[in-house]
């Protein structure tokens, strides 16, 4: 569970820093990259919401 929280926060700040790219300078492969990044998010949190229901369950 620790390694999946690391990873949750390292696609979370990739994704804070190219969306701010995105938004400050226009950047359209940063916005790509957000994107990504959030769909990535996505399947990670959803990982951790099935290992932690799993957790609490013992």
């Known amino acids: ?4 929280v690391k990873k949750i926060k ?6 804070a820093t190219d969306a ?3 938004v ?3 950047n359209k492969a ?3 990259r957000a994107r990504k990044s959030s769909l990535d ?3 990670l ?3 951790f919401r ?3 229901v799993e957790a609490a369950k013992k």
């Open 41 to 43: 998010l996505e399947k």
């Open 10 to 15: 390292a696609v979370s700040t990739a994704f």
């Open 45 to 47: 949190l959803k990982e």
């Open 20 to 22: 701010d790219l995105q």
């Open 50 to 52: 099935k290992v932690s």
């Open 1 to 4: 569970m620790e390694e999946l």
């Open 30 to 32: 940063a916005g790509t």
């Open 24 to 26: 400050e300078k226009g």
